[in-house]
């Protein structure tokens, strides 16, 4: 039987016990501990046996605290708010896999994950004009001028980025008819993160039913962190806005190969390592090695669902769960600004026009 211990503030303390399906216990007869960080100081006070799972619960957004609390090796790190199905989930897996009651033996799980890597890189390749974008996403941007000039004679691409400039997200209020128009009026920057997600736009094609999702849904979903995570670069001023974007349209992409080989729902990672044993961003890195993709990058989206001291990391890890609960749009907008050291009303009221574009979770 499942039980935590928590340690922390009163008021977390009652967060987790309205929140979690198990029951709270006392340190000596639980099976799983959580402790709340709200400090550095909090830290070095706790230590991380390998007797029972640990969680951390960070409540303070401080780049530093998360490597330190990252640098304990705990088995899990949470952070507010906290979504009852995730947290659950989390708790569970952990539990299974430490007190090692896992569907298949460890094994399976090699052979498995074996199976999963090979077919991670056979990946088809990209399309030629979407491997030139990711390629300037690193690379001299002066390359810029070129691939417009393919964007432009590749009609079907440029007449899909043309409907998309013309959402009230960016507030053009005449009808834009033409790439170069499109391009004087929102910039290059624009335009080509455009193309390069409609390109990417096959590659979900597929039934995403243990993701209870589709594969329109997610591509979206892709589409729109993407969106959000250059709105919180762009204002944030010295990360890379299309590194940034590039993060955001990629981060979930090993699914389209995981979904492959789960049986149950894929709820969290924790969910996909119990079932195949290994997780949909460990696969995304090597998909996005062989797409060329810059380490940087993969870097982060590796990290996208643990806070990690990265700052293009943090931003993808909010920008991921914004889109996924709009309903808590404040409170992620301050967690991330003050983790960025940028103006939390700023980014409110960007983040709220983009999620109140009716384009915006519906194309
Ligand atoms: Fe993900
Ligand atoms: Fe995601």
Known sequence: LITVYFEGSKESKEKFEETLKFPISDLVSASIL???INSGEDIKNISVSKKKPVFLYITVKDREVFSNAKALKPDGILFPPLKRDILN???ENTYNTFYSKSDNTFQDHEALKAKILAKAENIPPLPAIAKELILLTTNDKADTKDIIKKIKQDQG????????????FYGVRKDISSIDRAILLLGMSTIKNL???LTTRSFFAKDFAVYNTTGEKLWLHSFNTARICEVIASLEGNIDVDAAYLCGLMHDIGKIILVDFLNSNGKTPESEKKQVGIDHQKVAEVILRKWGVAEYIIKAISDHHELSSGKLASVLYFANLIDHYPEDVNMLCESIAQILKINHFKLVSKINTLIKDENFGSM
Do not use: Q
């Open 34 to 36: 959580v402790y709340e």
């Open 89 to 91: 989930d989390r708790i």
């Open 157 to 168: 691409l440029s007449s899909k980025v043309l409907k998309l400039v013309n959402s009230p």
């Open 195 to 197: 193309a390069l997600a």
